[in-house]
C-alpha cells in the first residue's frame, strides 16, 4: 500500500508499506483524507525529535475496514475521524476527563508498520499519510457520512487544538477579547472557537496580508499586518487599550511568546500553542505577571475527542463550524512534495492528501 515516510534524512512517498491486523481493543481504518499538519513537517527539519524510520501523518478520516476484539462503538464501513489520543481510559487523568494528561498517551510510538522486512513507527499513533492504519478503538471516532471525509480528516488536529484550546483551556467567556498570532490552520480555528465562544473582539496577527480574508471569513473583527514592521503589541493596544482578555501563540516562535504575554490585559491568559524547537526558552517581564496574569500550555486542545469530535461534527452540520473553508487544496499522495512546500510557504490555509 502508499505512504509517506520519513527515515531520518527525507520524506519519501512508496507504494510497498504493510500494516498488521488489528488486535485486541484495536481498529483498522481505510484511509480516504489527511491533513497536513505543521508538526509533520516538524519530525521532517527536526524541530519535534521522533524516532524513525517513521509513517507521517496524524490528522486523518476514513472508512472502518476491520475491527480487533472487544471492540463495539463502529462497525466496518462506519465513516471515522481519528484523534492522537491512545489514551488507557483508566488512569486517574483519564478519570477526571483529561485524556490529553495520560501517560499512555504521550511518547510511547508502536511500531504497526513494516516495509521490506523493515518495522516502521506509528507518528502520533496514528500515522494517517497511509493508506490504512491500526489505531486504538478510543482513537476512532463515528461521524455522520454526510460530512465529507476532507473535511472531515481536519477535525482530529487543527479544530481539536484550536477550538479545544479555546472552549476547553482558556474557557474564553462571551463578551471577552481575543488576539490569534498566526493564522494557518491552528489559528484559523482559534479564531473560530473565539467566535463560538461569543468573543465580542477578535484581533488576528499574520506576516502574511493574504491570509486576511481568511481570518475575517473565521471571526476575526480585526487584523494586523505584522510584514510591514509595525510593533504587534502597539497595533493591539490601538485597538484594546488596556489590553486583550487572551491572547493565542499559534506559531512556536519564543518572540511571539513574549509578545502575547506583553499585549495582554490586566488578569489575562496567554494560551501556547504553537511549538517552537526542543529546549526553546522564552523570557518575560516577571513583575507584569503580578496582575494576575497567566501562561497556559495546552496539549491538543484539552479535548476530550470522543466527545469534542462529535460535538464539531455537529455543529460543521448546523454550519455553525468551517470545515470545508480550511482545504485549500486537496492534494493526490503522490504530491505530497507539493502540498509540504506550498503549507511551509503558507500558501495554503490546510493541504489535505487524499488516497
Do not use: W
Amino acid at each position: 500500500m502508499r505512504g509517506v515516510i520519513f527515515d531520518g534524512k527525507q520524506p519519501r512517498v512508496v507504494d510497498d508499506l504493510a500494516v498488521r491486523a488489528p488486535g485486541p481493543g484495536e481498529v483498522e481504518v481505510r484511509i480516504r483524507a489527511a491533513g497536513l499538519c505543521h508538526s509533520d513537517l516538524s519530525v521532517i527539519d527536526g524541530t519535534i525529535p521522533f524516532p524513525v524510520p517513521v509513517v507521517l501523518g496524524h490528522e486523518g478520516a476514513g472508512v472502518v475496514e476491520s475491527l480487533g476484539a472487544g471492540v463495539s462503538h463502529v462497525a466496518p464501513g462506519d465513516h471515522v475521524a481519528l484523534s492522537t489520543l491512545a489514551n488507557c481510559g483508566t488512569c486517574a487523568e483519564c478519570d477526571r476527563g483529561r485524556p490529553t494528561m495520560c501517560r499512555s498517551a504521550m511518547g510511547r510510538p508502536e511500531r504497526p508498520f513494516s516495509r521490506g522486512g523493515e518495522a516502521l513507527y506509528n507518528f502520533a499513533a496514528n500515522s494517517a499519510f497511509a493508506e490504512r492504519t491500526v489505531v486504538k478503538a478510543v482513537q476512532a471516532v463515528p461521524i455522520p457520512k454526510e460530512v465529507p471525509l476532507t473535511s472531515a480528516a481536519l477535525i482530529g488536529c487543527a479544530v481539536l487544538t484550536g477550538v479545544g484550546a479555546v472552549l476547553n483551556r482558556a474557557r474564553v467567556g462571551l463578551g471577552e477579547s481575543v488576539v490569534v498570532i498566526g493564522t494557518g490552520g491552528v489559528g484559523l480555528n482559534v479564531i473560530q472557537g473565539a467566535r463560538l465562544a461569543g468573543a465580542r473582539r477578535i484581533v488576528a496577527i499574520d506576516a502574511n496580508p493574504a491570509k486576511e480574508a481568511a481570518a475575517r471569513q473565521f471571526g476575526a473583527t480585526d487584523f494586523i499586518d505584522a510584514s510591514k514592521g509595525a510593533d504587534p503589541v502597539k497595533a493591539v493596544h490601538a485597538l484594546l487599550p488596556t489590553g486583550a482578555d487572551h491572547a493565542f501563540e499559534c506559531v512556536g516562535h519564543v518572540g511571539l511568546i513574549r509578545q502575547a504575554i506583553d499585549l495582554l490585559d490586566r488578569h489575562g491568559q496567554a494560551v501556547l500553542l504553537g511549538v517552537p524547537p526542543a529546549g526553546a526558552e522564552a523570557s518575560f517581564r516577571v513583575s507584569t505577571m503580578y496582575l494576575d496574569k497567566s501562561i497556559l500550555g495546552c496539549r491538543y486542545g484539552s479535548s476530550r475527542p470522543q466527545r469534542d469530535i462529535a460535538l464539531y461534527a455537529e455543529l460543521y452540520r448546523q454550519r455553525r463550524l468551517l470545515l470545508d473553508e480550511l482545504v485549500t487544496r486537496a492534494y493526490p499522495v503522490e504530491e505530497f512534495t507539493e502540498a509540504a512546500d506550498d503549507a511551509r510557504h503558507g500558501r495554503v490555509a490546510r493541504a489535505v492528501l487524499t488516497f
